[in-house]
């Protein structure tokens, strides 16, 4: 079974976010594997083991993404790809078209990607692959297994859960609880080293259409700060009177 | 002027307000154009009045009883169909389970560009301009379609709605829906209360100090007399209190509701990205120090089995008297 595995390379969630001039600052960031990917990532591992076959992790992205490619390598992933996407004016229309180029052409039973990014969390990439392939898919999965040529699904529907059945091919998008990533060995850091990396650029593929993007940001910037809030004192019968007062009559939210 | 398509969405029987919200932002980039609603499902009738005081004047009924069920290739063929047929100069759709699975697709299909989870969406000198959260929240970008047709998704809870009253004229639209590659076997409804943690007006939300399952036992019956939603810290989901469905923060929702009660939760970085832009956040903790206090309106320094239910007690008594 030859399993693809789309992820990015996000600020690490502690990460604060500083704007210079209106853009966010990347110096100093720790970049990490964006959390929702690694399960994709972990699952593929898990069901290559249990199917065989080969897990391919792609990215697009300047030249520290190779980095996340490296770790999910150190996973266990087999071969990765990287799409150099510097000083390219993409956004997620560009960015499905992209991976479509990239992906038509190579043999696979199953796509993974995480269900958002835990940075511009606008999570369609994956659908609009799907799309873009014309193959099914499934998103905010939280359980999977394959039986030959069907995969068996359990997917997150704002807290209800579905169970959904598809053939192959099928693109599905991973959601918390679906597994626990593993976290790499230090055997898979140095197995990972001779694994191969392949380089291509976005000016290299064919596209039947233009990729360039169909939407821009104006403007970044920050929420307006809150002021400190109150913390209350004295008897605790009391700080709740004073709070359900508040509440009512200054925040007027009760 | 533009004629703006809206996706309408109910659940369990009952119209989501995000339709509405939609509705509300739909009417601003209309600027005088045809709002057009479209309701699926074969109960989808009940709700055309309603639809039709919010501002759509036309509403499209597509009843077909394989749509009562959500799957991608029949909501995407039903759309594809009302959109080939109204040829919409803009697009919204509820940034929900639904709307976040079908946007991009219907996206990808006609070449178009989305912006995801806005909430906010301005008219600017004839241009469309949405505002969106970015890392969860920790940041805002605003953002526009610059070649196609505007089309977002719209995040629950954040646009008001209004009243916007007119003629109405309902459409019965026939569709065609053939060869699903996805068969939904099953839905096992898991949401603990009635009220959607998206869509909450008043969200508690529980953490470690919540101890186990059990504790989070006064936290529901504080959200139930307010009407409210049970929400959880990464914290909770991760010692197995409760089901990761709940847990709000930058790998799990993000909410934004009126009223946000934090219960036995320190304040990561990652869970305040998740709702520290809630209306009033009242945080309760045993340590003074917690980082939650510093996002917080109003704080109590206590333990939360005692405060809880003494706020629920006195919330009753308040809300007598409303």
Redesign the interface.
């Given at each position: 079974m030859n399993i693809l595995v789309l992820i990015k390379q996000t600020?690490d969630?502690?990460e604060?976010?500083i704007?210079q001039k209106g853009i966010?600052n990347e110096d100093g960031v720790n970049f990490i594997i964006n959390?929702?990917d690694e399960f994709a990532i972990e699952e593929a591992i898990k069901l290559r083991d249990l199917h065989g076959g080969e897990v391919t992790v792609i990215t697009i992205g300047p030249e520290r993404a190779e980095n996340a490619l490296r770790t999910a390598l150190a996973m266990g992933a087999d071969k990765a790809i990287i799409i150099d996407g510097e000083d390219q004016d993409l956004?997620?229309?560009s960015i499905?078209k992209v991976l479509a180029a990239v992906v038509k052409g190579r043999e696979f039973d199953l796509i993974l990607s995480g269900n958002l990014g835990?940075?511009?969390?606008?999570?369609?990439?994956?659908?609009?692959?799907?799309?873009?392939l014309n193959?099914?898919?499934?998103?905010?999965i939280?359980y999977m297994e394959i039986n030959g040529e069907t995969a068996i699904i359990e997917r997150?529907?704002?807290?209800?859960?579905?169970?959904?059945?598809?053939?192959l091919p099928?693109l599905v998008t991973t959601?918390?609880?679906l597994n626990e990533p593993r976290y790499p060995s230090l055997p898979g850091i140095m197995k990972a080293k001779k694994k191969p990396i392949e380089r291509l650029k976005i000016d290299d593929l064919d596209f039947d259409?233009d990729i360039?993007?169909?939407?821009?940001?104006?403007?970044?910037?920050?929420?307006p700060k809150?002021n400190?809030?109150?913390?209350?004192n004295g008897d605790?019968?009391d700080?709740?009177?004073e709070?359900?007062?508040?509440?009512?009559s200054e925040?007027k939210?009760? | 002027m533009r004629k703006v398509l809206v996706l309408t969405e109910a659940k369990a029987g009952n119209l989501r307000s995000v339709s509405l919200e939609a509705l509300t932002a739909a009417h601003r980039i209309a600027e005088g154009g045809e709002i057009i609603a479209v309701a699926l499902g074969s109960d989808a009738n009940q709700f055309a009045n309603v639809l039709g005081k919010h501002g759509a004047k036309k509403i499209y009924i597509i009843g077909n009883k394989v749509l009562d069920v959500?799957t991608?290739?029949a909501y995407s063929q039903a759309l594809r169909q009302v959109i080939d047929v109204v040829q919409p100069d803009a697009i919204l759709m509820p940034h929900?389970?639904i709307g976040?699975?079908?946007?991009?697709?219907i996206?990808?299909?006609y070449?178009?560009?989305?912006?995801?989870?806005v909430i906010d969406v301005q008219v600017d000198n004839g241009d469309v301009?949405f505002t969106r959260?970015?890392?969860?929240?920790?940041?805002?970008?605003?953002?526009?379609?610059?070649?196609?047709i505007p089309f977002a998704t719209v995040r629950p809870n954040n646009i008001p709605v209004e009243e916007i009253s007119g003629t109405i004229e309902i459409l019965h639209f026939h569709v065609e829906i053939k060869d699903l590659?996805?068969?939904?076997?099953?839905?096992?409804?898991?949401?603990t209360g009635d009220v959607?943690?998206?869509e909450a007006k008043?969200v508690i939300s529980g953490g470690r100090g919540v101890k186990s399952a059990d504790g989070f036992k006064p936290l529901q019956e504080l959200a139930d007399i307010?009407d409210g939603a049970v929400g959880a810290s990464r914290g909770a989901?991760d010692a197995e209190y409760c089901?990761?469905?709940?847990?709000i923060g930058?790998?799990?929702k993000v909410v934004t509701p009126?009223?946000y009660i934090a219960c036995g939760i320190s304040g990561a970085?990652?869970h305040l990205?998740g709702m520290?832009?809630a209306?009033?956040?009242?945080?309760i903790n045993k340590d003074?120090e917690a980082p939650i206090?510093?996002?917080?309106?109003?704080?109590?320094?206590?333990d939360l089995f005692?405060?809880i239910p003494?706020?629920t007690e006195?919330?009753k008594?308040?809300?007598a008297h409303?």
């Open positions: 600020f969630t502690e604060k976010i704007l966010i959390p929702y956004d997620e229309y499905a835990v940075d511009y969390g606008s999570g369609q990439v994956g659908p609009r692959l799907a799309e873009e193959i099914a898919q499934v998103t905010t939280t997150d529907a704002e807290g209800d859960k579905e169970l959904v059945e598809v053939s099928v959601q918390q609880g259409d360039k993007a169909k939407t821009t940001v104006m403007e970044t910037y920050f929420p809150k400190a809030g109150r913390i209350l605790l019968k700080q709740v009177t709070i359900a007062n508040l509440l009512h925040a939210v009760l | 959500y991608t290739d929900t389970a976040k699975d079908l946007a991009p697709r996206a990808a299909r070449g178009l560009g989305l912006v995801s989870d301009i959260p970015i890392y969860s929240g920790k940041a805002f970008e605003k953002k526009k379609v610059v070649s196609g590659r996805t068969i939904v076997k099953e839905v096992v409804h898991k949401t959607d943690l998206s008043v307010l989901c089901d990761y469905s709940l847990q930058q790998t799990g009126d009223l970085i990652q990205a520290s832009n209306k009033i956040v009242v945080a003074p206090f510093q996002v917080a309106d109003y704080g109590i320094v206590g005692e405060v003494l706020l006195e919330f008594k308040v809300l409303v």
